[in-house]
T-cell receptor
């Protein structure tokens, strides 16, 4: 499968614990995005990378959240000291700005569903 | 601040009917607009992407139109099938330097066999 993959698909954790999610984008896609979706809502933008550089962060991304893309390939999203309000689906997407490949269309992974108890 | 609205929130139609889903946005200075499908508990599947210079895009039984000046897009689904049942989301990218997508809350579509 050459689509966007995310791991794990589901995570249950206790309040106060740290969690880390991984996203593997479509190969050759230089842009990677993280979104968060709560029940009944559309996804909300968190942050995005072009190659290894984190170029934009939403105000939704509090100090407890950190994202990395160390080699410009896969990315990790870490949440420290989780709170019940962090329970959501965390979605990763990728795209490319190389015109010959796609017109900036974002392709999404299956998501990681986080439940904080 | 860009805001995206999708009405209705839910729609049920008998199998075989043609239907239209609506999306409106407040800032007409968009770079592109994407329509997605989301099945319960799953990620998003991209259906159609319309660049700001385009008026419509077609893929199979799906046709999406864009009217930037009025801040509206529609997704037309022909000859609906039970497998079309899902939540449909539209999202806009506001301008070239801004990479994020702003999503509506979606329309939950149910096709009745």
């Amino acid at each position: 499968d050459t689509g966007v993959s995310q791991d794990p698909r589901h995570k249950i954790t206790k309040r106060g614990q740290n969690v880390t999610f991984r996203c593997d984008p479509i190969s050759e896609h230089n842009r990677l995005y993280w979104y968060r979706q709560t029940l009944g809502q559309g996804p909300e933008f968190l942050t995005y990378f072009q190659n290894e550089a984190q170029l934009e962060k939403s105000r939704l991304l509090s100090d407890r959240f950190s994202a990395e893309r160390p080699k410009g390939s896969f990315s990790t999203l870490e949440i420290q000291r989780t709170e019940q309000g962090d329970s959501a689906m965390y979605l990763c997407a990728s795209s490319t700005n190389l015109v010959r490949l796609a017109g900036h269309e974002q392709y999404f992974g299956p998501g990681t569903r986080l439940t904080v108890t | 601040k860009q805001e995206v609205t999708q009405i209705p929130a839910a729609l049920s139609v008998p199998e075989g009917e043609n239907l239209v889903l609506n999306c409106s946005f407040t800032d007409s200075a968009i770079y592109n607009l994407q329509w997605f499908r989301q099945d319960p508990g799953k990620g998003l599947t991209s259906l159609l992407l319309i660049q700001s210079s385009q008026r419509e895009q077609t893929s199979g039984r799906l046709n999406a139109s864009l009217d930037k000046s009025s801040g509206r897009s529609t997704l037309y689904i022909a000859a609906s099938q039970p497998g079309d049942s899902a939540t449909y989301l539209c999202a806009v990218r506001t301008d070239f330097g801004n990479e994020k997508l702003t999503f509506g809350t979606g329309t939950r579509l149910t096709i009745i066999p």
